[in-house]
């Protein structure tokens, strides 16, 4: 198994999709790796209830766009939260808010390998 997929074991991460496959298919790589995913939840509303309902959160994937919802307070929490996270969307870094510049960023499609790399590695 590469480090990078070693690395997610026994980690909770918070999965934040709209696209059921995209969630799906993250869900199921992260899961086969070793991590607790949270969710995966399509919204802000759910992603912020998740957040306040789970202390022990080791990451997080975020999608910018949830059926038109920005997902930034989302980033907001994690971020008051200490928790580390990245965008995953196919929008570019012009979309993301100066406050956010030094996040990282995947761009769809994402490998779930890369993700892990870059959150945890």
Same mark, same amino acid.
């Given at each position: 198994m590469p480090e990078d997929r070693r690395s997610l074991a026994g980690r909770h991460v918070l999965l934040v999709e709209d696209d059921y496959f995209i969630a799906f298919d993250m869900q199921r790589h992260f899961e086969s790796s070793g991590a607790h995913v949270v969710g995966p939840v399509p919204s802000v509303r759910a992603a912020l209830d998740l /957040? $306040? $309902?789970? @202390?022990?959160?080791?990451?997080? !994937? +975020?999608d /910018?766009?949830?059926?038109?919802?920005?997902?930034? @307070?989302? $980033?907001? $929490? +994690?971020?008051?939260?200490?928790? @580390?996270? +990245?965008?995953?969307?196919?929008?570019?870094?012009?979309?993301? #808010? @100066?406050?956010?510049?030094?996040?990282?960023?995947?761009?769809?499609? !994402?490998? #779930?390998?890369? /993700?892990?790399? /870059? +959150?945890?590695?």
């Open positions: /957040i $306040a $309902a789970t @202390p022990d959160l080791d990451a997080a !994937v +975020l /910018i766009n949830l059926r038109g919802e920005m997902a930034f @307070p989302v $980033a907001d $929490a +994690l971020s008051e939260r200490g928790v @580390p996270f +990245l965008f995953a969307t196919g929008y570019d870094t012009a979309t993301i #808010p @100066p406050r956010y510049a030094a996040h990282r960023h995947c761009e769809k499609p !994402v490998e #779930p390998d890369r /993700i892990a790399q /870059i +959150l945890l590695g």
